[in-house]
């Protein structure tokens, strides 16, 4: 299972890398790797701003549908358009071409209250 050591993770699965003043989000390896074989991406949320922990979207996979979380308050300023063509990307790359949206985050200090890698790594291995 693949963790990068710099990125910030949710206890939803998103994990978050920021470029910037924007916040690059994904679901996480462990994520996509329980739902299955990715088969559409649902996000209609570009240009709203959303509080932590709204959903932004949803996933759909062979076997289930799960919501998508925002990992941080802010504007969803893009989503990955590639995916409305190739959803299996976030299987193949979940956090290089998989990535799902980018946030023009509005509080900064909510990335205080996300996990490290060694903090998910101790949460999916439970």
């Known amino acids: ?27 996480t390896d462990y994520a996509q790797g329980e739902l299955g074989d990715v088969v559409f991406v649902e996000i209609e949320t570009v240009g709203e701003t959303l509080e932590k922990d709204e959903t932004f979207g949803t996933v759909e996979a062979v076997k289930t549908v799960s919501d998508l979380f925002m990992p941080l308050s802010g504007e969803v300023a893009e989503k990955n358009d590639a995916l409305d063509d190739e959803p299996e990307s976030i299987n193949k790359d979940p956090y290089g071409a998989g990535w799902m949206i980018k946030i023009k985050a509005s509080d900064l200090s909510e990335l205080d209250g996300l996990l490290d890698a060694e903090a998910y790594k101790g949460l999916v291995e439970e």
Do not use: R
């Open 1 to 27: 299972m693949n963790i990068p050591e710099d990125l910030k993770y949710t206890k939803e699965h998103e994990w978050v890398k920021m470029e910037g003043d924007m916040a690059v989000v994904g679901i």
